[in-house]
């Protein structure tokens, strides 16, 4: 074949190898229940209160006693339970109460008959079907018991989780404190947004996508800018970052030819290891550990990094985080055009896939070059296709993963 790719490593074992070595380094706190958005629990939730608190009416109509229904005659409508406003008169036989949905159902009550099947004349109410014992009513705890753990430890809560946790009366959430990353990019061509470039020279788009992917992921960034490829300014900034944050991300410099340079400074520094991921985009990466903080080295292709930040910076960041990570969801789809695919590296291909007459299927965005933006922007999903898979013919079945939130 004329390419060894023996050397390199699959994406499971360096994953794997980088999340045996961490574990959460940020504290917890409290924190006023809307400031929790998007912060990692720290503790379990128990439930201080039972839900429903009290037994309630589910529908608009009317709470009977069984026994009064069994004579088949119409009950008169002793008063009124409303949410808020519970009925606390008196309740005779042959009676029944008018109950809104929400009300505290009035002690004795054996089910709610819904309006839709009663007959008002009247205080005189006619029943239309004879209700199950129980029927329509929540009873005390039926949603969450007293005590009961509501939400884990490392949870990152999002809206969903802001009204579950307001309906229990919890005014403050145990949360860790956001994981501190700093960031830069190297390379002499790289030239920031809003200057005017030279011939040779390119605008510095990774830190862009870093960025959005750390807000997205709810860390402190502390953006170093574009350190030039001289030995004296990265040594400056591989110490700064390393005394101010948890981690370091950079982007640049990882690859055959620049290696050398940043080895012998992080050799210095602290225990880096470079690996040649048996992944594509996304070959070079590098790993390890600076005096205090962790270090990330993705590669400069554009694409590149921000696949490699996806697959392994990502799970890795959620366990520094304290957050409990699932892996993306993956689904099979039907190739609607061939894929260009050679063996040895498992692909993270850039696709579109959309709903066909046969199910789902997926298209390719085009030109699967590291370099080209489009590849990425345009897709919605990418086709993971298998180490050893060759082309891909149309209609063959591949796996897509479709762009998680942090990509969204
Ligand atoms: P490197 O990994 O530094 O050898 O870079 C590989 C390729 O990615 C080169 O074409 C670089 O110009 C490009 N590149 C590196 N860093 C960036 C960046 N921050 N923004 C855009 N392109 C970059
Ligand atoms: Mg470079």
Redesign the pocket.
């Known amino acids: 074949m004329g390419f060894d790719t023996s050397g390199l490593l699959p994406l499971s074992d360096a994953l794997q190898g980088m999340l045996e070595q961490l574990a959460c380094c940020c504290d917890s706190e409290q924190q006023p229940l809307p400031e929790g958005l998007g912060r990692v629990l720290a503790s379990d939730i128990a439930s201080p209160l039972a839900v429903p608190p009290f037994d309630n009416s589910a529908m608009d109509g009317y709470a009977v006693r069984l026994a009064d229904l069994a004579s088949g005659t119409p009950l008169i409508m002793a008063g009124k339970a409303f949410a808020g406003q519970p009925y606390q008169g008196e309740w005779p036989a042959g009676h029944c109460v008018r109950i809104m949905t929400g009300a505290p159902v009035p002690a004795g009550t054996d089910a709610v008959v819904m309006q839709e099947e009663t007959q008002a004349d009247g205080d005189r109410i006619t029943f239309l079907a004879q209700p199950e014992p129980g029927q329509n009513i929540r009873r005390t705890g039926s949603d969450i018991g007293k005590g009961a753990c509501v939400l884990q430890a490392g949870t990152r809560l999002t809206p969903r989780e802001m009204p579950l946790l307001a309906s229990l009366g919890i005014a403050t959430v145990p949360v860790r404190r956001p994981l501190k990353v700093a960031i830069f990019?190297?390379?002499d061509?790289?030239k920031p947004v809003g200057t005017p470039l030279a011939h040779g020279d390119?605008?510095?788009?990774?830190?862009y996508g870093v960025r959005a992917m750390l807000a997205r992921l709810g860390c402190d960034c502390l953006d170093l800018g574009?350190i030039p490829d001289d030995p004296a300014q990265l040594r400056a900034a591989f110490i700064r970052a390393d005394e101010e944050a948890d981690v370091l991300i950079t982007?640049?410099?990882?690859?055959v030819?620049?290696a050398d340079f940043t080895k012998q400074l992080l050799d210095e520094l602290g225990e880096i290891g470079f690996w040649k991921l048996a992944i594509k985009p996304g070959k070079?990466f590098a790993f390890g550990r600076l005096p205090r903080a962790w270090f990330f080295g993705l590669?400069?292709?554009?694409v590149s990094?921000m696949v490699t930040f996806d697959q392994l910076v990502q799970p890795a960041l959620a366990k520094l985080a304290g957050q409990r990570f699932e892996r993306p969801l993956q689904l099979q789809a039907i190739a609607a055009e061939p894929l260009k695919k050679s063996p040895g590296r498992l692909d993270f291909q850039r696709g579109i896939m959309s709903q066909g007459p046969n199910g789902l299927e997926v298209r390719s965005t085009g030109s699967q070059d590291s370099?080209v933006f489009s590849s990425l922007s345009q897709a919605n999903c990418y086709i993971v296709l298998e180490r050893e898979r060759g082309r891909v013919a149309v209609g063959e079945t591949v796996t897509v993963e479709p762009f998680g939130g942090l990509l969204l």
């Not at 390119?202 to 830190?207: A, G, L, P, V």
């Not at 982007?251 to 690859?255: F, K, R, W």
């Not at 590669?299 to 554009?302: K, Q, S, T």
């Open positions: 990019s190297t390379g061509e790289l390119i605008y510095d788009s990774n830190r574009i982007t640049g410099g990882v690859s030819g620049e070079p590669p400069g292709n554009p990094a370099a």
